[in-house]
C-alpha cells in the first residue's frame, strides 16, 4: 500500500519582508531611505521549499514550530493555500515567530533575521506515526534550526528504519564554524549544498573537489552553482546542467525551489541527470517574481524548460 504523503518537511517557519531597489543601502543615525518596493511574503528554506515541491504536484507535510501570532497565522494559511497539509505544525503560544527582512538589490541581497520560533523545533517532535505516513524526510536550514541539530541523526536514522530516503540543505552558517553535520551525513540520502557552502564544509580548493570529498558522505550530492547551473554525482556518476537565461526579479528560495525539483525527480525514479535538469529549470523559473514562492513552476512549466517534456 502506498504511503499518504510523498514528503515530510521538518523545518523552521517564517516569513520574509522583503524591500527592494537598486543599489540599496541602509544608513544609521536616522537617515531615512526610500525603497521601490515592500512585500511580504512565504519565507524560510524549508517552507519555500515544500510550496515548491506541492507545485509541482507532490504530497507535502510540513512539521515546525511557530507562535500564536500575526506572522505564525500567515505563514500557515499562505503555506496551506499551496497545497501543504501544516496539520502536523506545533503552535505554541509563548513563541514569538521568526521573521527575516531582506535588502533586495537584484540579484544580490542582505537578510537580517529574528530567529524566533526557528530554533524551537526538536528531532523527538517529528514521530515516528508521521514518520510511517510518508515517503522521503526533508531538512533545511539545519545551522538556524539549533533545537533539532543534536537529534537530527537519529531522526534521520529512524526515518531510514521506516523506510523513508532523506535530504538535507544545510544553508550558510552564520557562525563560520560548520560544525555538527558529519553525523547526519551518514544517513542522508541527497545533500544540497551550494557552491559557497560544498567549500566550506569539505575544505576542498575547487567545486569538483569539494564534490568528490561529500560523495564519500552521502549517496547523492547535489550542488547548485548560481549563473552556472548545478553539479550532481551519484558513486562515480557525474553530471552537469546549465542555468536557464531568465529575467531575474530576485533570487531569494531559488535553492529551495532546485531542491524540490531534484527531489521530484529523485521520487519518481528518473535518471540524475533528469532530475538536475528539472532542479534547475525550476531554480531557475523561480526567479523571475519577487519572493520565493509566486514564480514557482509547475511540473508541465518545468519539465518544459529544461527540455524534457
Not at 521506516?162 to 551525513?185: C, R
Not at 552521502?218 to 562515480?236: E, F, N, P, T, Y
Request: charged letters at 15%; hydrophobic letters at 50%; a negative charge.
Amino acid at each position: 500500500m502506498g504511503r499518504e504523503f510523498d514528503l515530510l518537511v521538518a523545518g523552521e517557519i517564517n516569513p520574509d519582508l522583503i524591500v527592494s531597489g537598486p543599489g540599496l543601502e541602509p544608513h544609521f543615525n536616522q537617515q531615512e531611505v526610500l525603497v521601490e518596493s515592500a512585500l511580504l511574503t512565504i519565507g524560510s528554506s524549508s517552507a519555500i521549499f515544500a510550496c515548491g515541491a506541492a507545485r509541482l504536484g507532490l504530497r507535502v507535510a510540513f512539521i515546525g514550530v511557530c507562535g500564536k501570532d500575526v506572522f505564525g497565522k500567515y505563514m500557515l494559511d499562505s503555506m496551506a493555500e499551496r497545497g501543504v497539509d501544516v496539520r502536523p505544525v506545533i503552535i505554541d503560544p509563548d513563541q514569538q515567530t521568526g521573521l527575516s527582512v531582506i535588502l533586495n538589490r537584484g540579484v544580490d541581497r542582505a537578510i537580517l533575521t529574528h530567529m524566533g520560533s526557528i530554533v524551537s523545533l526538536r528531532a523527538e517532535q517529528v514521530s515516528d506515526a508521521w514518520l510511517a505516513r510518508v515517503r522521503h524526510l526533508h531538512v533545511a536550514s539545519y545551522f538556524l534550526q539549533t533545537g533539532l541539530q543534536a537529534g537530527l541523526p537519529d531522526l534521520f536514522w529512524r526515518a531510514r528504519s521506516l523506510g523513508l530516503t532523506t535530504s538535507l540543505d544545510p544553508n550558510w552558517d552564520p557562525a563560520g564554524e560548520w560544525l555538527g553535520l558529519a553525523q547526519a551525513l551518514q544517513s542522508t540520502t541527497v545533500f544540497f549544498p551550494n557552491a559557497s557552502e560544498a567549500l566550506a564544509l569539505s575544505q576542498a580548493a575547487d567545486v569538483a573537489g569539494a564534490v568528490q570529498v561529500l560523495a564519500g558522505w552521502v549517496s547523492i550530492v547535489a550542488v547548485k552553482l548560481g549563473a552556472q547551473g548545478a553539479l550532481a554525482r551519484s558513486s562515480d556518476h557525474v553530471v552537469r546542467a546549465a542555468a536557464l537565461r531568465t529575467q531575474i526579479a530576485d533570487t531569494v528560495g531559488a535553492g529551495d525551489s532546485f531542491d524540490a525539483g531534484f527531489i521530484y525527480g529523485y521520487l519518481n525514479g528518473w535518471p540524475l541527470d533528469a532530475s538536475l535538469k528539472l532542479a534547475v529549470a525550476c531554480g531557475s523559473l523561480s526567479t523571475r517574481a519577487f519572493g520565493g514562492t509566486d514564480a514557482q513552476p509547475t511540473l508541465p512549466e518545468a519539465m518544459q524548460a529544461a527540455g524534457l517534456a
